[in-house]
Protein backbone atom coordinates (compact mmCIF):
# COMPACT_ATOMS: atom_id res chain seq x y z
CA UNK A 1 0.00 0.00 0.00
CA UNK A 2 0.76 3.49 -0.67
CA UNK A 3 0.04 6.11 1.72
CA UNK A 4 0.16 9.87 1.91
CA UNK A 5 -1.14 10.95 5.25
CA UNK A 6 -1.30 14.68 6.56
CA UNK A 7 -1.79 15.69 10.51
CA UNK A 8 -0.44 18.50 11.93
CA UNK A 9 -0.27 20.92 15.25
CA UNK A 10 -0.67 19.53 18.31
CA UNK A 11 0.10 15.49 19.38
CA UNK A 12 -3.56 14.87 19.66
CA UNK A 13 -3.51 14.91 15.74
CA UNK A 14 -0.06 13.38 15.10
CA UNK A 15 0.06 10.75 17.48
CA UNK A 16 -3.46 9.20 15.60
CA UNK A 17 -1.53 9.72 12.23
CA UNK A 18 1.28 7.75 13.57
CA UNK A 19 -0.81 4.82 14.78
CA UNK A 20 -2.54 4.45 11.76
CA UNK A 21 0.95 4.05 9.96
CA UNK A 22 2.06 1.28 12.62
CA UNK A 23 -1.05 -0.84 11.90
CA UNK A 24 -0.58 -0.55 7.84
CA UNK A 25 2.90 -1.54 8.46
CA UNK A 26 2.15 -4.76 10.89
CA UNK A 27 -0.65 -5.87 7.94
CA UNK A 28 1.57 -4.87 5.11
CA UNK A 29 5.11 -4.26 5.61
CA UNK A 30 6.50 -3.48 2.36
CA UNK A 31 3.81 -0.23 2.09
CA UNK A 32 5.17 3.26 1.46
CA UNK A 33 4.70 6.07 3.40
CA UNK A 34 4.84 10.05 2.46
CA UNK A 35 3.85 12.55 6.02
CA UNK A 36 2.88 15.90 4.74
CA UNK A 37 2.82 18.01 7.90
CA UNK A 38 3.58 21.75 8.45
CA UNK A 39 6.83 23.42 8.15
CA UNK A 40 7.46 24.88 11.85
CA UNK A 41 5.24 22.82 13.91
CA UNK A 42 6.36 19.19 16.39
CA UNK A 43 5.45 17.20 13.51
CA UNK A 44 8.44 18.43 11.76
CA UNK A 45 10.60 17.04 14.52
CA UNK A 46 8.59 13.94 15.86
CA UNK A 47 7.52 12.10 12.64
CA UNK A 48 11.95 11.88 11.09
CA UNK A 49 12.35 10.05 14.32
CA UNK A 50 10.66 7.68 13.27
CA UNK A 51 12.40 6.80 9.78
CA UNK A 52 9.08 7.90 8.01
CA UNK A 53 9.68 10.39 4.85
CA UNK A 54 8.30 14.01 5.91
CA UNK A 55 7.48 17.15 3.76
CA UNK A 56 7.12 20.05 5.53
CA UNK A 57 4.83 22.81 4.01
CA UNK A 58 4.16 26.43 5.25
CA UNK A 59 0.81 26.88 6.24
CA UNK A 60 -1.08 28.82 8.51
CA UNK A 61 -4.69 28.78 10.79
CA UNK A 62 -7.16 31.36 9.68
CA UNK A 63 -6.80 34.50 12.19
CA UNK A 64 -9.64 35.56 13.83
CA UNK A 65 -8.12 38.38 15.49
CA UNK A 66 -5.93 39.98 13.02
CA UNK A 67 -7.79 39.42 9.59
CA UNK A 68 -4.54 40.80 7.97
CA UNK A 69 -2.40 37.86 8.96
CA UNK A 70 -5.34 35.94 6.74
CA UNK A 71 -3.45 37.46 3.43
CA UNK A 72 -0.55 35.60 4.28
CA UNK A 73 -2.50 32.50 5.06
CA UNK A 74 -4.49 32.72 1.53
CA UNK A 75 -1.19 33.26 -0.01
CA UNK A 76 0.19 29.87 1.65
CA UNK A 77 -2.56 28.29 0.45
CA UNK A 78 -2.61 28.69 -3.28
CA UNK A 79 1.11 28.29 -3.01
CA UNK A 80 0.85 24.79 -1.28
CA UNK A 81 -1.95 23.75 -3.56
CA UNK A 82 0.25 24.07 -6.41
CA UNK A 83 3.63 22.29 -4.86
CA UNK A 84 1.04 19.74 -3.24
CA UNK A 85 -0.01 18.13 -6.54
CA UNK A 86 3.44 17.46 -8.33
CA UNK A 87 4.18 16.23 -4.81
CA UNK A 88 0.87 13.85 -4.88
CA UNK A 89 1.46 13.45 -8.19
CA UNK A 90 4.87 11.76 -8.09
CA UNK A 91 4.06 9.54 -5.18
CA UNK A 92 1.35 8.58 -7.08
CA UNK A 93 -0.63 6.69 -3.27
CA UNK A 94 -3.33 4.20 -3.13
CA UNK A 95 -4.98 6.32 -0.40
CA UNK A 96 -4.28 9.88 1.28
CA UNK A 97 -5.30 10.16 4.84
CA UNK A 98 -6.06 13.00 6.82
CA UNK A 99 -5.91 12.74 10.65
CA UNK A 100 -6.57 16.64 11.83
CA UNK A 101 -5.23 20.34 11.73
CA UNK A 102 -5.24 22.85 8.82
CA UNK A 103 -2.09 21.66 6.74
CA UNK A 104 -4.77 17.96 5.72
CA UNK A 105 -7.16 21.22 4.44
CA UNK A 106 -4.88 21.64 0.97
CA UNK A 107 -3.05 17.98 1.02
CA UNK A 108 -7.14 16.40 1.19
CA UNK A 109 -8.45 19.14 -1.20
CA UNK A 110 -5.84 18.56 -3.99
CA UNK A 111 -5.45 15.02 -3.93
CA UNK A 112 -9.24 14.59 -4.04
CA UNK A 113 -8.86 16.79 -7.25
CA UNK A 114 -6.46 14.72 -8.47
CA UNK A 115 -8.67 11.89 -8.49
CA UNK A 116 -7.29 10.02 -5.57
CA UNK A 117 -8.44 8.41 -2.60
CA UNK A 118 -9.40 10.19 0.45
CA UNK A 119 -9.67 9.43 4.42
CA UNK A 120 -10.39 12.07 7.19
CA UNK A 121 -10.04 10.90 10.98
CA UNK A 122 -11.70 13.03 13.61
CA UNK A 123 -10.46 12.68 17.02
CA UNK A 124 -12.69 15.01 19.38
CA UNK A 125 -16.27 15.64 19.51
CA UNK A 126 -16.51 18.62 18.33
CA UNK A 127 -15.21 18.51 14.63
CA UNK A 128 -12.46 20.67 13.70
CA UNK A 129 -12.80 23.30 10.75
CA UNK A 130 -10.58 21.67 8.36
CA UNK A 131 -12.82 18.34 8.65
CA UNK A 132 -16.04 20.32 8.89
CA UNK A 133 -14.42 22.06 5.84
CA UNK A 134 -13.93 18.69 3.56
CA UNK A 135 -16.57 16.71 4.61
CA UNK A 136 -18.16 16.73 1.22
CA UNK A 137 -15.59 16.19 -0.83
CA UNK A 138 -13.80 13.28 1.03
CA UNK A 139 -14.44 9.46 0.29
CA UNK A 140 -14.70 8.32 3.73
CA UNK A 141 -14.60 9.72 7.91
CA UNK A 142 -13.78 8.08 10.79
CA UNK A 143 -14.63 9.42 14.17
CA UNK A 144 -13.46 8.72 17.86
CA UNK A 145 -16.16 10.00 19.61
CA UNK A 146 -20.13 8.62 18.68
CA UNK A 147 -21.45 12.34 19.85
CA UNK A 148 -19.19 13.72 16.21
CA UNK A 149 -21.02 11.51 13.74
CA UNK A 150 -24.11 13.61 12.97
CA UNK A 151 -21.38 16.89 12.17
CA UNK A 152 -20.74 14.46 9.08
CA UNK A 153 -22.76 12.73 6.08
CA UNK A 154 -24.21 9.53 7.42
CA UNK A 155 -23.92 7.67 4.43
CA UNK A 156 -19.40 7.84 4.31
CA UNK A 157 -19.19 8.11 8.22
CA UNK A 158 -17.92 5.16 10.97
CA UNK A 159 -17.38 4.88 13.85
CA UNK A 160 -13.70 3.86 14.19
CA UNK A 161 -12.73 4.86 17.78
CA UNK A 162 -9.45 6.80 18.48
CA UNK A 163 -6.24 4.76 16.85
CA UNK A 164 -3.84 5.71 19.89
CA UNK A 165 -5.73 3.08 22.14
CA UNK A 166 -4.56 0.39 20.26
CA UNK A 167 -1.24 1.26 20.82
CA UNK A 168 -1.44 2.06 24.13
CA UNK A 169 -2.21 -1.60 25.01
CA UNK A 170 1.21 -2.85 22.94
CA UNK A 171 3.07 -0.10 24.71
CA UNK A 172 5.99 -1.53 27.32
CA UNK A 173 4.95 -0.89 31.04
CA UNK A 174 7.06 1.47 32.63
CA UNK A 175 7.36 0.71 36.34
CA UNK A 176 6.93 2.79 39.47
CA UNK A 177 9.94 1.37 40.45
CA UNK A 178 12.17 1.97 36.98
CA UNK A 179 11.50 6.10 37.72
CA UNK A 180 12.97 5.69 41.46
CA UNK A 181 9.36 5.48 42.58
CA UNK A 182 8.16 3.35 45.54
CA UNK A 183 6.14 0.11 43.98
CA UNK A 184 4.18 0.24 47.20
CA UNK A 185 2.73 3.38 47.07
CA UNK A 186 -0.48 4.95 45.16
CA UNK A 187 1.31 6.64 42.30
CA UNK A 188 -0.75 10.28 40.92
CA UNK A 189 0.53 11.30 38.05
CA UNK A 190 0.48 15.23 36.46
CA UNK A 191 0.90 15.68 32.80
CA UNK A 192 -1.19 18.28 30.42
CA UNK A 193 -1.14 18.38 26.60
CA UNK A 194 1.08 20.53 24.12
CA UNK A 195 -1.47 23.42 24.00
CA UNK A 196 -2.63 25.74 26.87
CA UNK A 197 -0.71 24.18 29.67
CA UNK A 198 1.11 27.07 31.55
CA UNK A 199 -1.70 28.27 33.69
CA UNK A 200 -1.64 24.31 35.08
CA UNK A 201 2.21 25.42 35.48
CA UNK A 202 1.78 28.06 37.57
CA UNK A 203 -0.57 26.17 39.52
CA UNK A 204 1.57 23.43 40.13
CA UNK A 205 4.86 25.68 41.22
CA UNK A 206 2.44 26.88 43.22
CA UNK A 207 0.96 23.98 45.29
CA UNK A 208 3.79 20.83 44.74
CA UNK A 209 4.84 20.96 48.29
CA UNK A 210 1.59 20.57 49.43
CA UNK A 211 1.25 17.01 48.31
CA UNK A 212 3.27 15.83 51.17
CA UNK A 213 0.40 13.16 51.81
CA UNK A 214 2.53 10.24 52.86
CA UNK A 215 0.11 7.29 51.79
CA UNK A 216 0.37 8.36 47.90
CA UNK A 217 3.18 9.58 45.61
CA UNK A 218 3.13 12.22 42.63
CA UNK A 219 4.70 12.55 39.45
CA UNK A 220 4.45 16.02 37.55
CA UNK A 221 5.73 15.56 33.87
CA UNK A 222 6.23 19.77 33.21
CA UNK A 223 7.41 19.46 29.56
CA UNK A 224 10.16 20.53 28.05
CA UNK A 225 9.57 24.78 28.28
CA UNK A 226 8.46 24.22 31.86
CA UNK A 227 10.98 22.48 33.50
CA UNK A 228 14.03 24.75 34.06
CA UNK A 229 12.08 26.85 36.51
CA UNK A 230 10.89 24.40 38.61
CA UNK A 231 13.58 21.76 38.85
CA UNK A 232 14.88 23.37 41.71
CA UNK A 233 12.51 23.87 43.72
CA UNK A 234 13.31 21.10 47.12
CA UNK A 235 10.23 18.59 46.93
CA UNK A 236 9.46 16.01 49.89
CA UNK A 237 10.62 12.63 49.39
CA UNK A 238 6.91 11.30 47.55
CA UNK A 239 7.25 13.86 44.59
CA UNK A 240 9.15 13.71 41.79
CA UNK A 241 9.47 16.14 38.88
CA UNK A 242 10.82 15.10 35.04
CA UNK A 243 10.90 17.24 31.81
CA UNK A 244 9.45 14.21 29.36
CA UNK A 245 8.99 10.79 29.65
CA UNK A 246 8.71 9.17 26.34
CA UNK A 247 6.30 6.51 26.66
CA UNK A 248 3.56 7.98 28.29
CA UNK A 249 0.93 5.26 28.32
CA UNK A 250 3.70 2.69 29.00
CA UNK A 251 3.67 4.27 32.54
CA UNK A 252 -0.36 5.16 32.80
CA UNK A 253 -0.15 1.03 33.00
CA UNK A 254 1.68 1.77 36.47
CA UNK A 255 -0.40 4.69 37.81
CA UNK A 256 -3.33 4.86 40.04
CA UNK A 257 -4.80 8.09 38.95
CA UNK A 258 -4.27 10.32 36.68
CA UNK A 259 -4.35 13.92 36.24
CA UNK A 260 -4.91 15.38 32.86
CA UNK A 261 -6.14 17.74 29.92
CA UNK A 262 -8.72 16.26 28.12
CA UNK A 263 -7.22 16.02 24.27
CA UNK A 264 -8.51 12.98 22.29
CA UNK A 265 -5.83 11.17 22.29
CA UNK A 266 -5.21 11.05 25.77
CA UNK A 267 -8.70 10.25 26.45
CA UNK A 268 -8.38 7.40 24.30
CA UNK A 269 -5.48 6.16 26.49
CA UNK A 270 -7.85 6.54 29.69
CA UNK A 271 -10.22 4.59 28.27
CA UNK A 272 -7.88 1.56 26.91
CA UNK A 273 -6.25 1.45 30.01
CA UNK A 274 -8.49 1.98 32.12
CA UNK A 275 -7.17 4.57 34.08
CA UNK A 276 -8.57 6.71 37.38
CA UNK A 277 -8.61 10.51 35.72
CA UNK A 278 -9.63 14.07 36.64
CA UNK A 279 -9.74 15.68 33.58
CA UNK A 280 -8.70 19.73 33.57
CA UNK A 281 -9.89 20.70 29.94
CA UNK A 282 -7.97 23.28 28.41
CA UNK A 283 -9.97 26.36 27.75
CA UNK A 284 -7.65 27.52 25.03
CA UNK A 285 -8.69 25.28 22.08
CA UNK A 286 -11.31 25.77 19.49
CA UNK A 287 -15.08 25.05 20.21
CA UNK A 288 -14.02 24.01 24.02
CA UNK A 289 -13.64 20.66 22.28
CA UNK A 290 -12.01 19.23 25.46
CA UNK A 291 -14.56 20.17 27.65
CA UNK A 292 -16.81 18.50 25.46
CA UNK A 293 -14.45 15.38 25.25
CA UNK A 294 -14.01 15.57 28.96
CA UNK A 295 -18.05 15.38 29.37
CA UNK A 296 -18.21 12.35 27.34
CA UNK A 297 -16.37 10.32 29.85
CA UNK A 298 -18.13 12.31 33.12
CA UNK A 299 -21.45 11.87 31.83
CA UNK A 300 -20.65 8.01 31.63
CA UNK A 301 -19.45 7.87 35.27
CA UNK A 302 -15.91 7.59 33.79
CA UNK A 303 -13.69 10.51 35.04
CA UNK A 304 -14.24 13.03 37.15
CA UNK A 305 -13.64 16.92 36.08
CA UNK A 306 -12.33 20.22 37.28
CA UNK A 307 -12.58 23.16 35.05
CA UNK A 308 -9.68 25.19 34.67
CA UNK A 309 -11.69 28.88 36.38
CA UNK A 310 -12.49 26.56 39.54
CA UNK A 311 -8.80 24.89 39.88
CA UNK A 312 -7.80 24.96 43.87
CA UNK A 313 -5.57 22.37 45.48
CA UNK A 314 -8.53 22.03 48.16
CA UNK A 315 -10.85 21.45 45.13
CA UNK A 316 -8.28 19.05 43.49
CA UNK A 317 -7.15 17.21 46.95
CA UNK A 318 -10.70 16.29 47.24
CA UNK A 319 -11.49 14.35 43.99
CA UNK A 320 -7.42 13.09 44.86
CA UNK A 321 -9.70 11.30 47.88
CA UNK A 322 -12.73 10.88 46.19
CA UNK A 323 -10.56 8.24 43.97
CA UNK A 324 -8.52 6.80 46.87
CA UNK A 325 -10.36 6.26 49.68
CA UNK A 326 -13.59 4.93 48.18
CA UNK A 327 -12.76 1.74 46.45
CA UNK A 328 -16.70 1.51 44.70
CA UNK A 329 -15.81 4.72 42.97
CA UNK A 330 -12.30 3.77 41.76
CA UNK A 331 -13.76 0.50 40.28
CA UNK A 332 -17.35 1.73 39.30
CA UNK A 333 -14.60 4.06 37.09
CA UNK A 334 -12.73 0.91 35.51
CA UNK A 335 -15.87 0.03 34.72
CA UNK A 336 -17.09 2.64 32.94
CA UNK A 337 -14.36 3.02 31.46
CA UNK A 338 -14.36 -0.57 29.81
CA UNK A 339 -17.61 -0.29 28.41
CA UNK A 340 -16.45 2.56 26.75
CA UNK A 341 -13.41 1.08 24.67
CA UNK A 342 -12.85 0.49 21.03
CA UNK A 343 -9.39 -1.25 21.61
CA UNK A 344 -9.13 -2.44 17.53
CA UNK A 345 -9.59 1.16 16.15
CA UNK A 346 -6.26 1.27 14.07
CA UNK A 347 -7.26 -2.36 12.55
CA UNK A 348 -10.72 -0.60 12.03
CA UNK A 349 -8.80 2.17 10.02
CA UNK A 350 -7.08 -0.43 8.24
CA UNK A 351 -9.92 -2.34 7.14
CA UNK A 352 -11.68 0.35 5.93
CA UNK A 353 -9.13 2.14 3.67
CA UNK A 354 -8.52 -1.31 2.74
CA UNK A 355 -12.40 -2.26 1.30
CA UNK A 356 -12.29 1.67 0.34
CA UNK A 357 -8.82 1.16 -1.83
CA UNK A 358 -10.32 -2.14 -3.32
CA UNK A 359 -13.53 0.28 -4.24
CA UNK A 360 -15.74 -1.45 -2.11
CA UNK A 361 -18.87 -0.73 -0.38
CA UNK A 362 -18.02 0.24 3.01
Do not use: W
Amino acid sequence: MKVIISAGGTGGHIYPALAIINKIKEKEPNSEFLYIGTHNRMEKDIVPKYDIPFIGIEMYGFNRKNIFKNIKTIKCLFNSKRKLKKIIKDFNPDIVIGVGGYITYPVITTAHKLGYKTFIHEQNSIAGKANLAMKDIVDLIGVSLKSSINQFPKDKTIFTGNPCSENALKMKKITKESLGLDKNKKLIVFVMGSLGAENIHTFMKENINKFNDKKYQVLYITGKNNYEDIKDIKCSKNIKILPYLDNLAGLFKDTDILVTRAGASTLSEIIALEIPSILIPSPFVPNNHQYKNAIDLVNNNAALMIEEKDLTFDNLQDNINKILNDKKVELDMKNNLKKMQVNDSATIIYDSIKKLIDRKIV
